[in-house]
């Protein structure tokens, strides 16, 4: 399985990547995430089982909607 999630543009993808790279997955196998950029898109993600993808997952997008209030928070202008 794979989640790509689609920035206005490449600066954002970067910020966004940077923010949440650190975040490592509590249990230890199971679940691959290796985040990624290409172009405005950050992706890559694939678990044994469903429920593991799905936890794994919301939790990514809460760190990841923190994130995106945090750029909107301080006007982060997009990139030309």
Do not use: C, Y
Request: hydrophobic share 40%; net charge negative.
């Amino acid at each position: 399985s794979s989640l790509d999630v689609p920035f206005p543009s490449s600066r954002e993808a970067l910020i966004a990547l940077r923010s949440l790279s650190p975040d490592k997955e509590p249990r230890k196998g199971g679940i691959s995430k290796e985040i990624t950029v290409k172009d405005n898109t950050l992706s890559r993600w694939s678990a044994d089982e469903a429920r593991i993808l799905r936890v794994s997952v919301n939790s990514f997008m809460d760190h990841l909607l923190l994130v995106l209030e945090t750029m909107e928070m301080f006007s982060l202008p997009v990139s030309q």
